[in-house]
């Protein structure tokens, strides 16, 4: 048998795995994300009330929900939501798990006290909350009187930053786990070179594990900026969408437009509104990031 050795004829004669192989994913892809994503699509023209017979409304429903100062309001406090929340969980995040990552016992202590919180329901939690931040009972009644006693879900302007607290108390555990695991994969004989040139432990933080973090970075603002727009049960059970429209962002705005008011065709435009945000998202950090262009790095020791 004679082997081809010339430049090229490897990488010619390669092949992946075969098709068929995706086709199961595929399927259930196809039967459970975009079937149910083209009916949201088809129903957004629609003018339905969830009983009757819907309508056909065309374009007159997208223009309608879009131009409506209620539904903008809930696209600016859905913006104000997703980048406050990031500017919070990203650093929180980033510095548990370059923290968590060493070796130490008390660390390892430390990581899993932290971790609780994703083992707890989203219910639980929102109901818990709701009772500590009562300015009636809960923390007010543990402390005297101050700043734990503001009636923290109860005021507008500061009801919004409450939940964002509360969701980010929820999910930083997540994205620290995936710094801690990505912190350990980075070779410790870049650490080594760093401490025999002089670098103290904020220059090693800052010229090797941040640029090693790269795409896990972008993995994790990726979750959390997309992940934003989908939080519906911490902020239904904290407060309801109140005080007032305090806190109602568009996944909340779609289901009491849907569900409580009975408007299946605007609910389902915030819902086609929501997917295009999201992709959209995605894609410029995928793009702005050059995360399309991972190589793989060199393995760091266990």
Not at 60 to 74: G, H, K, L, Q
Not at 88 to 117: D, E, H, N, S
Not at 118 to 127: H, K, T, V
């Amino acid at each position: 048998m004679t082997i081809d050795r010339r430049p090229g004829a490897a990488a010619t004669h390669r092949t992946g795995p075969p098709f068929w192989l995706a086709v199961p994913a595929l399927a259930f892809f196809g039967l459970f994300a975009l079937l149910p994503l083209g009916g949201v699509v088809v129903l957004s023209f629609m003018e339905w009330d969830g009983l009757g017979t819907p309508r056909w409304a065309g374009t007159e429903m997208w223009i309608d929900t879009v131009t409506d100062p209620d539904t903008r309001a809930a696209l600016w406090r859905t913006v104000v939501f997703v980048v406050v929340s990031y500017l919070f969980q990203a650093p929180v995040a980033l510095l548990l798990g370059v923290f968590t990552a060493g070796r130490q016992r008390y660390r390892a202590a430390f990581a899993v006290l932290y971790f609780l919180p994703l083992l707890f329901s989203s219910a639980a939690i929102g109901i818990t909350f709701r009772s500590l931040l009562d300015p009636n009972f809960g923390l007010s009644r543990a402390f005297s009187p101050g700043t734990l006693t503001t009636n923290w879900l109860g005021d507008p302007d500061l009801a919004l930053y409450a939940v964002i607290f509360v969701v980010g108390w929820c999910f930083v555990p997540f994205h620290a786990l995936l710094y801690q695991a990505g912190v350990r994969q980075i070779p410790a004989s870049l650490y080594e070179a760093a401490v025999l040139d002089g670098a103290g432990r904020w220059k090693q933080f800052r010229y090797v594990t941040l640029p090693q973090l790269r795409y896990t970075i972008v993995t994790s603002s990726t979750l959390m900026l997309v992940g934003s727009l989908t939080y519906f049960d911490l902020v239904f059970v904290l407060t309801g969408g109140g005080p007032g429209d305090a806190t109602r962002i568009l996944p909340l705005d779609m289901y009491l437009t849907g569900f409580r008011s009975y408007q299946m065709g605007p609910a389902s435009v915030i819902a086609v509104l929501l997917v295009v945000i999201g992709l959209g998202l995605s894609l410029f950090l995928s793009r702005i990031s050059g995360s399309g262009r991972m190589q793989s790095q060199q393995a760091g020791a266990a």
